[in-house]
């Protein structure tokens, strides 16, 4: 049994309504301890997206290359780039949403964001604020886990913003599940300590496979 439960068990499981006043008490004081230890958070002190050591382009365009429908640039579907003095960028592509309740394809990187799985602001709030700049530019740019970014539709991934997950979860059902799971994995990894009522959100998503 892991702290996320075991989805092959039941459990108690508590209303959406007291998960959700319960997570925006525990994160007014997480906030409150952070600011009081001069730690409040600044999405300037996550350095992103970073230069990817080999060629010209940055993370946003290595996970736009790699989450596309087809990484080849000499298929119909793959990657279009266009490239300056010192960098190189993707111009079109095509792109499903991970969290999206219709299934269409996004063909504009314009109209796509890079979603940290578990937002900066979580991070920072959950242990996060302890650490050095160049350890929060890790997490920021972070490529070791392949479901730590993803790329999403725009305009789903502002609507997430930085809401823990008993207070947001991907709008198709079939995506909690592995949503979950990508939480609880990115927490381990990087030895975070959400609130109780946090990891109940989180075993209620895992519930759902």
Same mark, same amino acid.
């Given at each position: 049994?892991?702290?996320? =439960?075991?989805?092959?068990?039941g459990g108690a499981r508590v209303t959406r309504r007291v998960l959700l006043g319960t997570a925006l008490v525990a994160l007014i004081i997480?906030?409150?301890?952070?600011?009081?230890?001069?730690?409040?958070?600044?999405?300037?002190?996550?350095?992103?997206?970073? *230069?990817?050591?080999?060629?010209?382009?940055?993370?946003?365009?290595?996970?736009?290359?790699?989450?596309?429908? /087809?990484?080849?640039? /000499?298929? *119909?579907?793959?990657?279009?780039?266009?490239? /300056?003095?010192?960098?190189?960028? #993707? #111009?079109?592509?095509?792109?499903?949403? &991970?969290?999206?309740?219709?299934?269409?394809?996004?063909?504009? *990187?314009?109209e796509l964001d890079i979603d940290h799985t578990l937002p900066l602001a979580l991070a920072h709030a959950w242990g996060g604020a302890t650490?050095?700049?160049?350890?929060?530019?890790?997490?920021?740019?972070?490529? =070791?886990?392949?479901?730590?970014?993803?790329?999403?539709?725009?305009? #789903?991934?502002?609507?997430?913003?930085?809401? *823990? &997950? /008993?207070?947001?979860? &991907?709008?198709?059902?079939?995506?909690?599940?592995?949503?979950?799971?990508?939480?609880?994995?990115?927490?381990? #990894?990087?030895?975070?300590d959400p609130p109780e009522a946090e990891r109940a959100a989180i075993r209620t998503l895992v519930e759902t496979c």
């Open positions: 049994m892991t702290p996320w =439960g075991d989805p092959r068990h997480w906030t409150v301890a952070a600011f009081a230890a001069g730690q409040k958070y600044e999405r300037a002190d996550w350095p992103h997206w970073r *230069p990817v050591a080999e060629g010209c382009r940055d993370v946003r365009q290595q996970v736009l290359e790699r989450d596309g429908l /087809s990484s080849d640039a /000499s298929s *119909p579907h793959g990657p279009r780039w266009a490239y /300056s003095e010192r960098r190189c960028w #993707i #111009i079109s592509g095509q792109w499903v949403d &991970p969290y999206a309740e219709s299934w269409r394809i996004l063909t504009d *990187p314009s650490w050095s700049k160049d350890r929060r530019a890790d997490y920021a740019n972070d490529l =070791g886990f392949r479901y730590a970014l993803r790329v999403t539709d725009r305009t #789903i991934n502002r609507s997430k913003g930085a809401q *823990p &997950p /008993s207070a947001w979860q &991907p709008p198709a059902l079939g995506a909690r599940c592995d949503y979950g799971r990508n939480l609880a994995t990115v927490i381990v #990894i990087w030895g975070l």
